[in-house]
């Protein structure tokens, strides 16, 4: 198992005020570039009486946040990306539709969502062979990833999701010794390749879009393979990553990490959760207090032997609002209103996400309205329905009367993460 690991010595070890320096000027300028170019943010400045002028770290905090569950919205009433966008649609590299729906863009620059670093520190190295199995299709997952180890040097197999034994065969035949995904499909690999009997080469991984529990990063250590997480959104880009101590995930220094107390909005103290909110200076899309509707907390301030300076998040330890995270992908009750408002048969539904052998289930609990016949046509067209929409397999089964309490949750999330 590798040691080394990169160290970028002008970002990653700079002490507080050199810190606080950086960001401002990239922030400052920001904030100048989105006046001119980008209509929502000059609106929102001039609303809260914001001048943008000599604007610094001190001004954020009374820029309002705009939420990640609202974007839809906005990008509906002001196509295609709500006046977010700083400069013409003709200067991205692409477009990505993720459910809700949203849709992001990848900006000119080759490292768009800044994974260079965290895959630095998870121990990757140029001219690494790197499966990567995150979507490609529609989602930016895939060149999130790609883009990040591309950048580095690494040479990308862009495996995607899904086709476990034709990914199993490739990563061996190729010679992979890294991995980028969820950590349970690393898993669903490793297990299917000792069951083909296939040698699998994997010794560094970086596990994203999902939770890591210690007991999944155990198990996958126990086959040589050295697991480090990073924590992304779509919209933000990478915006902490594990190094080798795994107590926290560094802050990427190219951009500002908020966590702000749920009830105030005010900052939380370190251990306290609150919503994680970003701030990103890419130049074609950098987004003022952007609100992920992730919670997590900040490790209490002080070194990391690694060398790194940048403040931790303890982890993350859930989602705001109705979304759930099943399989990588977001699941929104919202969603699921949309599906069954067109099956009048379906009285009240629940989903039920749980995890068995360290893979997420959905299940959809049904209640029939009265006199509504249980045909498996039906349901098959309601799980297919929801597919569509929701994007993540689940199964759909009929409950008796009464399952599904009054106001009871839409999405029933009774995983543990040990
Ligand atoms: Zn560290």
């Known amino acids: 198992m590798r040691e080394s690991y990169q160290l970028d010595p002008a970002l990653e070890t700079q002490d507080e005020e050199d810190r606080q320096d950086y960001l401002e000027s990239k922030l400052r300028s920001t904030v100048a570039l989105l006046y001119r170019e980008a209509p929502r943010v000059k609106r929102l400045l001039d609303s809260a009486g914001i001048p943008p002028a000599q604007f610094g770290l001190k001004d954020l905090r009374r820029v309002p946040i705009t939420r990640k569950d609202a974007l839809s919205s906005m990008q509906t009433e002001e196509p295609p990306l709500a006046g977010?966008?700083?400069?013409?649609?003709?200067?991205?590299?692409?477009?990505?539709?993720?459910?809700?729906?949203?849709?992001?863009?990848?900006?000119?620059a080759s490292d768009y969502w800044r994974?260079?670093?965290?895959?630095?520190?998870?121990?990757?190295r140029p001219g690494d062979?790197?499966?990567?199995?995150?979507?490609?299709?529609?989602?930016?997952?895939?060149?999130?990833?790609?883009?990040?180890?591309?950048?580095?040097?690494?040479?990308?197999?862009p495996a995607g999701t899904g086709q476990t034994d034709l990914q199993v065969r490739t990563a061996s035949a190729l010679q992979a010794t890294g991995y980028a995904g969820t950590p349970s499909f690393l898993r669903t690999l490793v297990l299917r390749a000792r069951e083909l009997n296939v040698p699998l080469r994997f010794e560094a991984a970086f596990a994203t879009a999902e939770m890591l529990p210690e007991s999944l990063r155990q198990e996958l250590e126990g086959f040589g393979i050295r697991v480090l997480q990073g924590y992304a959104t779509a919209d933000l880009g990478v915006l902490a990553?594990?190094?080798?101590?795994?107590?926290?995930?560094?802050?990427?220094?190219?951009?500002?990490v908020e966590v702000l107390d749920l009830e105030t909005g005010q900052p939380a103290q370190p251990g306290q959760p609150g919503q994680v909110v970003g701030t990103t200076f890419?130049?074609?899309?950098p987004l003022l207090r952007f609100a992920t509707g992730d919670i997590a907390a900040l490790a209490p301030p002080g070194g990391c032997p690694c060398g790194r300076t940048a403040p931790r998040l303890k982890g993350l330890l859930g989602r705001v609002g109705d979304a759930v995270k099943v399989k990588g992908m977001f699941v929104r009750g919202s969603q699921m209103d949309e599906v069954m408002k067109q099956f009048p048969a379906v009285a009240r539904f629940q989903a039920?996400?749980?995890?068995?052998?360290?893979?997420?289930?959905?299940?959809?609990?049904?209640?029939?309205a009265p006199g509504a016949s249980t045909d498996t046509a039906?349901?098959?067209?309601?799980?297919?329905s929801l597919r569509d929409v929701v994007k993540v397999r689940g199964e759909v089964q009929v409950a008796q009367p009464g399952t599904i309490g009054d106001g009871a949750k839409k999405i029933d999330d009774r995983r543990v993460w040990k």
């Open 84 to 108: 977010f966008l700083a400069g013409p649609v003709g200067r991205l590299q692409r477009l990505f539709a993720s459910p809700g729906p949203t849709y992001v863009p990848q900006g000119p």
């Open 115 to 124: 994974f260079g670093m965290a895959f630095a520190a998870t121990g990757f």
């Open 129 to 157: 062979v790197v499966l990567n199995t995150l979507s490609y299709h529609l989602t930016p997952g895939g060149f999130m990833l790609d883009s990040g180890l591309r950048s580095l040097g690494c040479v990308v197999i």
């Open 241 to 256: 990553y594990e190094c080798s101590q795994k107590n926290g995930m560094h802050l990427q220094p190219e951009c500002i």
């Open 282 to 285: 890419d130049d074609s899309y």
């Open 352 to 368: 039920v996400v749980t995890r068995e052998e360290q893979q997420d289930h959905l299940l959809y609990l049904v209640e029939l």
């Open 378 to 384: 039906l349901l098959e067209r309601i799980a297919e």
